[in-house]
């Protein structure tokens, strides 16, 4: 067969890009309940180490369904627009970022710690390379922070990508987000050595600090936005 | 079995691992050894991954070989490749979530390896299934162990751990040791590839240029 002809290229061609793209289709359709399944889940994981909760070898969901108590989802004026659970978790937290403050639905996880009322928020920002994400616990003071979770996309293996290991996370622990005038000041990240005037500060990352002053900018935004609902 | 093992097929599979190595003699697929050698366990998996997609890409074009209109044989072997690797991808986000988390943009940067076409172009396109299935997977281990030894020293001196365990005693640290930055800078991995090349040539005189 002479496969050297144009008519030949041409079907063999479309041929093949027919076969691959029904393929490639047919694997993700496939597999969509799965992988959608698996994010829900690796999103209660997420919300579960925030609170510094041990998920390895448990059911993650169910611990999940067990320590948070309520899905809130409010705006910037503390204004309640939904208690069903479910609503916040189903949000699209970087739709609502997209939106005028003032317009933005904002998510809050309300859980229940040996007896205590932690305020989980959470966090999308940007690093160096792509995105950044995390949640924060606070305590029943809204004030100190309880425990933190961070994750990235892409950031450099070893340095920014330090910001998802446990003890840069374990930094924040006890850290103020309002000064003593009960001013919203978030908390810095600083390289160490420096001092943030009038804030609480956690050491950032030598070498990451793009991806440490990213998580600064990350919390300081979004904490923000919930000011109105931690103050009251 | 005899046949299956022929002597020539064990040359395919050997040869990479040192006299033909894909990264110490064909110097292709650096710019991967750059970016995933920082730390060992991605090292380890991106290694195996592209051994698994190098051996089964080269079965399936060495399969189509006869087929293959030739001016258009750069695009099918890309289009072998990309469909393999997103295939793999989204398995890895269905059976095995945290991996492929861990791994983000790796998986895709297997695409770009040039050692996979290279593979295609220069074996799998003249030879039959089994030999390419044994050269994809000489190449891709040949690949992976110059990946590991290159991680191992990067991950040990820039941050004193290996496979994200602490190695290096905190006395150590104590007594004034302070972790290499350069370790983990990708300027360090071509350095270190280059060490390796250099150890390599000279214990295998014929490999150098007059």
């Known amino acids: 067969m002479n496969t050297n002809k144009n008519s030949y290229t041409l079907i063999y061609a479309t041929v093949m890009v027919i076969i691959v793209a029904l393929m490639l289709a047919l694997v993700s359709s496939s597999l969509k309940g799965i992988q959608t399944a698996n994010v829900e889940l690796d999103k209660k994981k997420q919300i579960l180490s925030s609170l510094n909760v041990n998920f390895e070898g448990q059911d993650a969901a169910a611990l999940y369904d067990k320590y948070i108590v309520k899905e809130l989802v409010i705006n910037s004026n503390a204004e309640v627009l939904s208690e069903v659970k479910g609503d916040a978790f189903k949000l699209d937290y970087i739709k609502e970022l997209a939106k005028p403050i003032q317009e933005r639905k904002l998510p809050l996880y309300i859980a229940q710690i040996e007896g205590e009322t932690k305020y989980i928020i959470p966090l999308r920002g940007a690093g160096l390379w792509g995105p950044i994400w995390g949640y924060i616990a606070l305590n029943e003071d809204k004030n100190t922070v309880y425990g933190s979770f961070y994750s990235h996309a892409s950031e450099t293996p070893g340095l920014g990508a330090e910001i998802a290991q446990t003890s840069f996370q374990q930094k924040f622990v006890g850290k103020s987000i309002f000064n003593d005038k009960e001013e919203f000041v978030s908390i810095a990240v600083m390289k160490s050595g420096q001092i943030a005037e009038n804030q609480d500060q956690v050491d950032g990352i030598s070498g990451g600090t793009i991806t440490s002053k990213g998580v600064e900018k990350m919390l300081l935004s979004c904490i923000g936005q919930y000011e109105a609902y931690l103050k009251n | ?210």
Not at chain 2, 55 to 74: G, K
Not at chain 2, 152 to 173: D, H, K, N, T, W
Request: charged share 15%; glycine share 8%.
């Open chain 2, 1 to 210: 079995m005899s046949k299956l093992i022929s002597d020539k097929t064990k040359a395919v599979f050997l040869g990479p691992l040192s006299k033909n190595n894909p990264i110490t003699v064909q110097v292709l697929g650096i710019c991967s050894a750059l970016a995933v050698t920082a730390k060992l366990e991605p090292a380890l998996v991106m290694g195996l991954s592209v051994t698994i997609i190098v051996a089964f890409s080269n079965v399936i074009i060495s399969l189509l070989r006869n087929t293959i209109p030739n001016r258009i044989r750069i695009i099918v072997q890309l289009v072998v490749v990309a469909a393999l690797v997103t295939i793999v991808s989204e398995i890895l986000k269905a059976f095995a979530y945290d991996v492929s988390v861990q791994l983000s943009v790796y998986i895709g940067l297997i695409i770009t390896n040039c050692i996979l076409m290279g593979r295609l172009e220069a074996f799998a396109m003249g030879n039959k299934p089994w030999e390419s299935f044994v050269d994809g997977l000489g190449n891709g281990f040949g690949y992976a162990w110059i990946l590991v030894v290159v991680a191992f020293f990067r991950e040990l001196f820039g941050s004193g751990s290996l496979f994200g365990f602490q190695v290096i005693p905190q006395a150590l640290y104590d007594a004034g040791y302070v972790n290499n930055g350069l370790m983990i800078l990708p300027p360090m991995a071509l350095i270190l590839v280059a060490c390796i090349i250099w150890v390599h040539r000279s214990r295998n005189k014929e490999l150098q240029e007059k």
